[in-house]
């Protein structure tokens, strides 16, 4: 049987480029982004489970186009994503290979935590969350994307092995953190409303 890190390596992730639909799921986290995170010049960001780069490259979109300075971070559980992220990301950004149940960052070092299709790999999704909270300054913004629960779904994301969909009610329950406030869903409008077939999107704010 293979391991997590083997299973979710940049060949296996490569494997579901087509699911990026030419951009069109990248623009997508980009319009999420945009008009649900807040993000300022100086801030230190960090790509959680950031794969071979889709999010970051979201991320560098925005910052390019409202000319502001960040710090990116990204981890995943694959060592050999690194090389497959800098392919795709041009910006600078510090990456680790960890575990999300076991972060190694320090507490209250991050403004902006962004974490998309993580969660259906995870068994322990309120470990997870915990971390991110740590992780997370006061104040500090944390956006989830998770796949929806639905056939469709089920079936682009069953090349990962044993990825699995949820939906908001069987989620939201792992974000009754003591140290989370303002939890919001948020979904995609305008010309990306298809995106909310696939995903549902939550935005928390960290106390």
């Not at 999420?32 to 230190?44: A, E, H, K, P, T």
């Not at 960001?45 to 490259?57: E, N």
């Not at 699995?164 to 406030?181: C, M, N, R, V, W």
Request: net charge negative.
């Amino acid at each position: 049987m293979k391991s997590m890190e083997e299973t979710y390596d940049s060949e296996g992730y490569r494997k579901l480029g087509w699911f990026n639909f030419l951009g069109f799921y990248q623009r997508a986290i980009g319009s999420i982004i945009r008009n649900s995170v807040d993000i300022q010049d100086g801030n230190r960001i960090l790509d959680a489970g950031c794969g071979y780069g889709l999010v970051s490259r979201a991320i560098e979109n925005e910052i390019k186009a409202n000319k502001i300075d960040i710090e990116l971070y990204g981890f995943d559980i694959s060592p050999s994503m690194p090389k497959a992220y800098r392919s795709f990301v041009s910006i600078p950004a510090e990456l680790g290979c960890m575990d999300a149940c076991n972060l190694s960052y320090e507490d209250n070092y991050f403004d902006t935590i962004i974490c998309a299709g993580l969660f259906e790999h995870i068994e322990n999704p309120e470990i997870v969350i915990s971390e991110y909270m740590r992780c997370l300054k006061p104040n500090g913004q944390l956006l989830v994307v998770v796949s929806q629960k639905n056939a469709l779904t089920q079936t682009m994301i069953s090349f990962f092995g044993n990825a699995t969909g949820s939906d908001y009610s069987e989620f939201k329950p792992f974000l009754a953190h003591s140290d989370i406030t303002d939890v919001r869903r948020v979904y995609f409008r305008g010309f990306y409303i298809w995106g909310n077939v696939f995903s549902f999107v939550v935005r928390c704010q960290a106390k």
